[in-house]
């Protein structure tokens, strides 16, 4: 099964890259948009039960691949 | 309108990340998960028009946010 962890800095946190890209977006002329920049994982677990996947990989996520300090993480199941 | 962009290694690129953290899954007892690593962007642009809001992102991305030799990306849209 294949999911998708989408994860991105917290709002409360400074996102540098996200500052980057707004700062360019303006100066080439394109107002107000926001930016924030994160990772993004694809993940192809085996196993076909959403919910035994999905217990896998919240372990996986949390164990490997976000920091709970500064980040914040979605899923996202395809098929 | 918000907009997420995935940004991931193309397939027949090296994606140095992921297979990292195939080995530590592997080395964690996690068998047979195939993983790919690359970036996750939120970008909050004005306007309501989904054509036109596609078009604008089209055009960031081209510009700044990913590199067409090594990388794919997807669009996806919210609200």
Chains 1, 2 share one sequence.
Do not use: W
């Not at 360019?24 to 930016?35: F, R, T």
């Not at 920049?37 to 372990?59: C, D, F, R, T, W």
């Amino acid at each position: 099964m294949k999911v998708g962890v989408k994860v991105l800095p917290r709002k409360e946190i400074l996102d540098t890259q996200g500052r980057a890209v707004e700062s360019v977006l303006h100066q080439q002329g394109q107002e107000g948009v926001n930016c924030r920049i994160g990772k993004y994982i694809e993940l192809e677990v085996p196993g076909q039960n959403k919910e035994e996947v999905s217990a896998q990989v919240k372990k996986m996520v949390n164990n490997l691949l976000y920091n709970p300090l500064i980040e914040t993480y979605e899923l996202e199941f395809y098929e």
